[in-house]
């Protein structure tokens, strides 16, 4: 289909919705979003983000492709009802911040789990023979406990990824590590706290980022729209009308969610995670 017109995508403001666990999937979404507002020149990005954190290695793909697409527009972060640990790493890719005086922020710090079934497996008599090539091969079995050599090898990994979270705060904050770590302890904190730390700079809902970001670049803050880029719909939503599609999600929404949360839980069972776990 040849379209009559040209989108004016300059005289809009491009908007992207994070929500959920950051990972994989999440980090592919956004990654492809960035590159269309970069390819269709935006002048300016709305980043609404929701999310309790995720996996460091897709938070650091998003911030790193945040960082580099604010070299040419103007970027302001919103966070919602929740923008914690990971959540955080990413808003950092903005030059600006804004939050809900209530929003649940902070949560700066880094979690790894292991499951140590031992007992369990002794009682239904299974257990495992493991051939590996070094003494580590094998860390954060799921049929054993941690020796302390393994202990100490996890959190030297844990603290340097601590430290590369603060080093980021610190540095897109224009804050000393020593500040940021006076309270990058895992506590969380209302975005209200969050001002007076210097991680957000102003209070106010989506709405007021929107307009926000369109002072910023000089754009009409009552006539300029946002230009959400979201992924490609189901072709069960591009067939059935809008209420039809809802009604047929209703039912399964909850189930989803858990199953989707669950299978995040298994992936990264052993992981790194920035995390918020309440």
Not at 46 to 69: C, F
Not at 183 to 191: N, P, Q
């Amino acid at each position: 289909m040849v379209w009559p017109f040209k989108p004016r995508f300059s005289k809009q403001i491009a908007r992207i919705e994070i929500n959920g666990a950051i990972a994989g999937a999440t980090r592919k979404q956004v990654l492809e979003a960035l590159k269309t507002v970069e390819e269709r020149k935006f002048p300016a990005l709305l980043l609404r983000i929701d999310s309790p954190g995720g996996t460091v290695g897709d938070s650091q793909e998003i911030y790193s492709a945040l960082k580099r697409l604010g070299e040419k527009i103007k970027i302001v972060a919103s966070f919602g009802n929740i923008s914690a640990s990971g959540g955080v790493y990413i808003g950092m890719g903005a030059q600006h911040i804004m939050a809900n005086p209530g929003t649940i922020t902070g949560s700066i710090g880094v979690i790894l789990r292991g499951n140590n079934l031992e007992r369990l497996l002794e009682k239904v008599g299974v257990s495992f023979k493991v051939i590996k090539s070094g003494p580590y091969k094998d860390i954060l079995s799921f049929d054993r406990q941690l020796t302390q050599p393994e202990e100490h090898i996890l959190q030297e990994l844990i603290d340097t990824s601590y430290s590369q979270f603060v080093q980021t705060v610190a540095s897109s904050r224009n804050l000393s590590e020593e500040t940021v770590r006076s309270f990058a302890d895992g506590r969380i904190f209302t975005g209200q706290q969050a001002v007076d730390l210097g991680v957000v700079d102003r209070l106010g809902t989506e709405e007021d980022a929107r307009r926000w970001t369109c002072e910023l670049v000089g754009l009409d803050q009552e006539k300029t729209p946002c230009f959400t880029l979201e992924e490609r719909k189901p072709l069960l939503n591009r067939i059935l009308s809008r209420e039809q599609y809802q009604n047929s999600l209703l039912s399964s929404s909850l189930l989803s969610t858990g199953a989707q949360w669950l299978e995040f839980e298994i992936s990264t069972s052993g992981l790194p995670l920035w995390l918020y776990r309440p």
